[in-house]
């Protein structure tokens, strides 16, 4: 029966050709949109593994709201539970890109360096050093984009700054971080001794969801985001994100759809004569729904092939073209190829079920009497 | 279409049926029936008036008979056909083919029996245009599920025998009609049916195409394959072993 069904198709070349490029253009978007949604979806799993064991402590007027001085960072050092607290200075470092390449300033107290970025490890040098003033520690992508090298001088803020230590690469936020030690950053930027936020780290036997909210009323002025509470806000961000890309993919999938159902449908109009010979020579309804169904199915699959391959490479084009600049925009994981595969066939699947079911439908008399 | 009439003709009765197996101009008492029709009606609405395409039909059919089937157009002839070959539903009566009552069996049967039991030949031939000699010929016994070889095997041989040896990978526009038609025959021979129903097979083809065709009519009614031919031309008629002529839906001389 599968020869009949490529045959079928293969008798309406341009009809079947402009069908399947429907479809592909659909699993196009969703290859592409799905590539940024899974870029996007890593460098949150690998940004929510890497600070996952910390509280995080704000001014109640948020992050950007100032308040929060290294007093703060005594005071909540002072609550019970409380193994260990820094603040970290965290700017943009592009300020006149609007950070809009995700490059940041991280200001750490040198001391705190290594256990604030755990558990991201040093490709090469050392992380910052109690003493160390002009010294930077870069994340991957800063180290590549600048050509920096160990003792390589970084011009930050009008400033020369030594790299002592490059990050190995995490797919995560680390990846573009510039860290340079607090106090450091806090005169480049004259903020004076204000930090943005503060990392709390509980005692191993504390619960954090408990500690959380005891920093949150020991420390006036604070509000808190405990490992969980992060998850969960970053998560329905992330969901957000994916709903508005995939879907817009999803659609132009849908629009690839109706292209096959209107194809299928002018198909089994055509051959209305052909379906009432072959009912009449004994085809049972299931060997009618095969071929029609069986066409459509092909149709999304050879679509979803099509779709897959240029998506691939149109995304690594863009991924290529954006290697300049240095941002990594999509990410093509087996998961997402896997899924564009099945909705390409669903897609056809769905679309050839109701042109099937009237071919299969069909009364042989009637059919036959067709023109 | 047959004229509209009321129905009034009283139902044919068992002695009437009994009447006809015994006129039967075959003459070989001992020839198995092979197929009988029995008060077969069709009546169909148009609007709110009631059509009868056939009326209480009887034909008793024994195998190897070469049956004409004669008649005005819209007199009912393919209806019956249609009716015997349960393309349609019949309003009443029965059609009893091989032992088998067709009017009985499960709509999800039907193909089956159309398969197994029923060959059919179209005065338009009704090829599949994309497939070849060869392929139209196996179309049925796809279908049937027969292996590839065996059909590929069959067929070749039923188009050797019918003088289309050379023309087995031609796709229906290379063929003649004449060619056509018999590859339809072929077709229709491919899973041994007990009956081939055809209409007007010689309708669209010159004279010696149609006197070829009626050739391999008798050719294979002789060999026992039993034929119902629905026809105008008396020239087929003439061939055949026995025919019906029917008028307004009711089969008068048999």
Known sequence: ?371 | MPEIRIEENGLETAEKLEKELNKSNLGNKEQKIIMQVENLSKTYSQGKILVHALRCACITVRKGELLAIMGPSGSGKSTLLALIGTLEKATDGKVILDGIDLTSVPEKLLPRVRREKIGFIFQHYNLIPTLSALENVELSMRFSRVPKKEREERARKLLEELGLGDRLSHKPSELSGGEQQRVSIARALANKPAVILADEPTGEVDSKTRDSIVRVFKELSEKGQTILVVTHDPEVAKECSRVLRITDGVIKDN
């Open chain 1, 1 to 371: 029966m599968f020869d009949l069904i490529i045959r079928n198709i293969m008798n309406r070349k341009v009809r079947s050709a402009l069908t399947v490029c429907g479809i592909a253009l659909g699993i196009f978007a969703v290859i592409v949109m799905g590539a940024m949604s899974e870029n996007f979806h890593q460098t949150f799993e690998r940004s929510m593994s890497v600070t996952s064991d910390k509280i995080r402590v704000f001014a109640e007027s948020g992050v950007f709201g100032g308040g929060l001085t290294d007093e703060k960072v005594s005071d909540v050092l002072r609550v019970a539970g409380v193994k260990d607290a820094y603040g970290l200075l965290m700017t943009t470092f592009d300020e006149d890109k609007m950070g809009m390449t995700g490059k940041q300033i991280l200001g750490v107290p040198p001391e705190k360096s290594s256990v604030a970025l755990y558990p991201v490890e040093l490709k090469a040098g050392r992380f910052l050093n109690p003493g160390d003033s002009y010294n930077v520690v870069v994340g991957s992508n800063i180290k590549r984009e600048y050509q920096l090298e160990i003792g390589s001088k970084f011009e930050i803020h009008d400033k020369y700054f030594t790299v002592v230590g490059i990050l190995d690469y995490t797919g995560s936020i680390f990846d573009n971080a510039v860290i340079i030690p607090l106090e450091t950053a806090q005169d480049l930027y004259d903020v004076g001794n204000s930090v943005s936020y503060i990392f709390a780290v509980p005692d191993e036997r504390v619960d954090a969801e408990v500690l959380s909210k005891r920093i949150e009323l020991s420390v006036k002025g604070t509000s808190t985001l405990s490992p969980d509470e992060l998850e969960v806000q970053a998560r329905q961000s992330f969901m957000i994100f994916s709903v508005i890309t995939i879907s817009s993919g999803i659609l132009a999938a849908i629009i690839g759809g109706l292209c096959v159902m209107n194809t299928m449908l002018m198909s089994v109009t055509e051959r209305t004569r052909e379906f009432g010979i072959l009912k009449a020579i004994g085809a049972e309804t299931r060997d009618i729904l095969l071929l029609t169904l069986g066409e459509a199915s092909c149709m999304g699959f050879l679509g979803g092939i099509l779709g897959i391959l240029v998506g691939s490479v149109a995304v690594y084009i863009m991924n290529a073209w954006l290697a300049n600049t240095r941002i990594v925009l999509f990410l093509i994981t087996p998961r997402l190829l896997v899924i564009a595969m099945l909705f390409a066939l669903l897609i056809g699947a769905l679309s050839g079920l109701y042109p099937a079911y009237r071919a299969s439908k069909m009364s042989p008399m009637e059919a036959l009497k067709h023109a």
